[in-house]
């Protein structure tokens, strides 16, 4: 996904009194405050929910930023795992809540446009208010180290011979993956058998044992180390450009296939609607703090991690362009 346009710059600049009048605060000692706007935020506990089981990417994610906003905002920070509905679970949580910032979720694509899409959850990707992108996971097509299929061009050419008939695992019916898979054939003419799991985890077994010819799978840590291991063959990633890591692996786009780069996740940060436009930016900025640090950086994986940051804006265009693109596929 392209981030090269603006990071919020607009929201920031506006907050730009309010930090200054926070800080004049803090070295006055914050005894009288009056306005009820960011200086008063945080005042209690900061939840952040994960709408996934603990241990995964999703989970690393959230724990590596809530532990620095933790620091930066001298809050404590506690870390919610609330698995279940695809995602809706944690949303209803979310969206539920007062916006008042001491609520907050990690948030897809795939949780706040494909669940709403494809089931009656009572809400949409206009329920939340963006903040930030944390993370962003490409996805990749692999194989397994003994497959027929040594390059794209081989794998391709024999799906356009036999359609239907190539399995590729995928993390769900109603994934990106899932879903790119679909418009890979629809747009594009390339159809596989597309077969869901419920997970990597589940993928990984399936492919090393040889039930499925393919996945396209969230390329996080797990799966690097399996590529860095010779396990999985990287074929094609759904970056718009080739990742730094996988620079001998073309996109979807390099090979013609244009459009398809939206499989990969997106681990954003939001709150419920209607959050003040001055938490917000308090947010936002102390996101933004945290990327820069090595040591989150570090603790994410420094090949997820933006090379320039992407703020509020950037992450609510990222939820319009997908709902653009999916709500006449799942609508």
Request: proline share 6%; hydrophobic share 40%; charged share 20%.
């Amino acid at each position: 996904m392209d981030h090269s346009r603006g990071s919020g710059t607009g929201r920031t600049a506006r907050s730009l009194p309010v930090l200054l009048l926070v800080a004049a605060g803090a070295l006055a000692g914050c005894g009288d405050d009056e306005g009820g706007g960011s200086g008063d935020y945080p005042s209690d506990d900061i939840r952040m929910l994960v709408p996934y089981a603990a241990g995964g990417p999703t989970d690393l994610t959230t724990r590596t930023v809530g532990a620095c906003l933790e620091s930066e905002l001298d809050a404590t920070v506690v870390v919610e795992n609330l698995a279940g509905g695809s995602g809706a679970l944690a949303t209803t949580e979310l969206i539920s809540a007062a916006p008042d910032g001491h609520t907050l979720a990690l948030v897809t694509a795939g949780t706040m446009v494909l669940t709403p899409l494809a089931n009656e959850v009572g809400y949409t990707y206009e329920d939340i208010t963006p903040i930030g992108v944390m993370a962003e996971v490409p996805s990749v097509l692999a194989v397994g180290e003994d497959s027929p299929y040594a390059s794209a061009e081989d794998f391709v050419a024999a799906v356009e011979a036999d359609p239907g008939t190539v399995d590729v695992g995928v993390p769900g019916a109603s994934t990106p993956q899932a879903i790119e898979l679909q418009r890979w054939a629809d747009e594009h003419d390339v159809e596989v058998s597309i077969v869901p799991f419920d997970g990597n985890a589940e993928m990984t077994t399936a492919l090393l044992g040889g039930n499925v010819d393919a996945v396209l799978i969230n390329a996080s840590s797990d799966v690097a180390e399996n590529i860095d291991a010779g396990a999985f063959v990287p074929l094609i990633a759904s970056s718009e450009e080739r990742l730094e890591w996988l620079p001998d692996t073309p996109t979807f786009t390099e090979l013609g296939f244009d459009g398809l780069t939206l499989s990969g996740s997106t681990f954003g940060l939001a709150g419920p609607a209607d959050l003040p436009d001055d938490v917000v930016s308090t947010l936002e900025d102390t996101l933004r703090t945290c990327l820069e640090s090595d040591e989150v950086r570090e603790g994410i994986g420094e090949q997820y991690v933006l090379t320039e940051f992407a703020g509020a804006d950037d992450l609510a265009e990222i939820l319009e362009n997908t709902q653009e693109v999916y709500e006449p596929i799942l609508g």
